[in-house]
């Protein structure tokens, strides 16, 4: 059983920037694959962008080239550094790691205001 718990959430205006963290009940290298979910108000929860076990990343066009996925091995936590950021990133962050199952955390709110 994988535990991930998010941290670093907040109210943040826009042009801002935040750091959210996600650290893991396993050694990361167990896992296969990690990255970040959101869900706004109303929406369905889409995927931000994941990070490899060889720390190779990908992002969805919304956030490319302002978030940044990275992970610390020794401390087994991946992190989402959110720059840039707009009204419209407000959500609920999801930490996802995929072994055979997926697993997820319990969220942590993002706001930003204009």
């Known amino acids: 059983q994988v535990q991930l718990v998010e941290s670093g959430g907040g109210l943040v205006q826009a042009g801002g920037s935040l750091r959210l963290s996600c650290a893991a009940s396993?050694?990361?290298?167990?896992?296969?694959?990690m990255g970040w979910y959101r869900q706004a108000p109303g929406k369905q929860r889409e995927w931000v962008g994941t990070i490899t076990r060889s720390s190779s990343t990908n992002y969805a066009g919304s956030v490319k080239g302002r978030f940044t996925i990275a992970r610390d091995n020794a401390k087994n936590t991946v992190y989402l550094q959110m720059n840039s950021l707009k009204p419209e990133d407000t959500a609920v962050y999801y930490c996802w790691g995929r072994v055979i199952d997926d697993y997820w955390g319990q969220g942590t709110q993002v706001t930003v205001s204009s």
């Open positions: 396993v050694n990361i290298f167990s896992i296969n694959a």
